[in-house]
Nanobody, 125 residues
Framework: QVQLGESGGGSVQTGGSLRLSCAASGFTYSKYCMGWVRQAPAKEREPVAVTDNDGRANYAVSVKGRFTVSVDNGKNTLYLQMRNLKPEDTAMYYC???????????????????WGQGTQVTVSS
């Protein structure tokens, strides 16, 4: 059974940092593209950071330079280091996984084969 479990969300002030983790099980982690997708109330789902199984990452323009995605294949865990957080980063953050030749494009379009349950990030001004 595939499971993606996020952790690390919380409440911080503007300029603060958080590190999200996504522990994966039930599939061959290294063969999947992994990513983080966020959704704020009344807003569209937004892919934030996506990495392929070669470790190459793409970032949303809004987070580039502030967020870093990384993967520990040995631990089957995806991370999102978030720095200099802003109130507009407030959202539910979901871990997502997709496979296949177009896996990265799939995630960048906000689609995935597997989703976690989400972890809330709240940034106050």
């Amino acid at each position: 059974q595939v499971q993606l479990g996020e952790s690390g969300g919380g409440s911080v002030q503007t300029g603060g940092s958080l590190r999200l983790s996504c522990a994966a099980s039930g599939f061959t982690y290294s063969k999947y593209c992994m990513g983080w997708v966020r959704q704020a109330p009344a807003k569209e789902r937004e892919p934030v950071a996506v990495t392929d199984n070669d470790g190459r990452a793409n970032y949303a323009v809004s987070v580039k330079g502030r967020f870093t995605v990384s993967v520990d294949n040995g631990k089957n865990t995806l991370y999102l280091q978030m720095r200099n957080l802003k109130p507009e980063d407030t959202a539910m953050y979901y871990c997502a996984a997709a496979s296949g030749l177009a896996c990265k494009a799939r995630l960048l379009n906000g689609n995935a084969y597997y989703w976690g349950q989400g972890t809330q990030v709240t940034v106050s001004s």
